[in-house]
């Protein structure tokens, strides 16, 4: 969809910790049932301009789910806004370097900010240290690629950044109480 002219994030149902990814909706709810029923109608049509509709139905379920979600939002109860930003950033800097980068001081030093401000925003914000959300992700990283790849665990800790197989197992069993052996073993088994 190269039409769209914004980022996902822009919808506060896609913020990865500042949010729920939750919005519960009536079953019969006849303005979003008309819009994917607009939606549908115009995917199997083949009239001109039918993909730039489609982009422009889609934002418009997309601002109605938005504007529902955060209805019964308090603004007042939010941190302050621009550790909000500051946080985006952060989130955006693990998305793109977990697998290098463990230390909290490398984000704050991308961010211009010592780490105990860093830390001081994302216990304001999200209730959890900068330690927990860097190893969060790159725990979800690792359970990930357990379960759905078939390369080593050798392999998936040099690919997330350990060069200590041992290291790696150890730091995933204190995450999740298991090692990676036995994670896959049991994944696989259910």
């Known amino acids: 969809m190269h039409y769209l002219a914004h980022k996902l994030r822009t919808f506060p149902f896609y913020y990865s910790y500042q949010n729920p990814p939750l919005l519960d909706l009536p079953q019969n ?3 979003v049932n008309n819009k994917f029923q607009n939606l549908y109608r115009e995917y199997i049509d083949s009239k001109p301009l039918r993909e730039l509709k489609i982009v422009n139905i889609i934002n418009d379920i ?3 789910l938005a504007r529902r979600y955060t209805a019964d939002v308090d603004i007042a109860s939010y941190s302050h806004p621009n550790y909000l930003k500051i946080l985006e950033q952060f989130e955006q800097h693990i998305e793109k370097y977990y697998d290098k ?3 909290p001081k490398y ?3 991308k961010l211009n900010i010592t780490t105990k401000h860093l830390n001081r925003i994302a216990k304001e914000t ?3 240290t900068t330690n927990q959300l860097i190893s969060e992700r ?5 359970k990930r690629l357990i379960v759905h790849s078939n390369s080593s665990l050798f392999s998936i800790a040099e690919t997330l950044g350990f ?6 197992s150890r730091y995933f069993k204190t995450k999740t109480a298991m090692t990676p052996f036995e994670f896959r073993k049991r994944y ?3």
């Open 188 to 190: 696989i088994k259910e």
């Open 126 to 128: 999200v209730n959890k």
């Open 163 to 168: 060069t200590d197989y041992a290291y790696f």
């Open 101 to 103: 980068q463990k230390l």
């Open 107 to 109: 984000y704050a030093d």
């Open 29 to 31: 709810d006849p303005e």
């Open 62 to 64: 997309y601002i109605t």
């Open 138 to 142: 790159v725990i979800l990283e690792a």
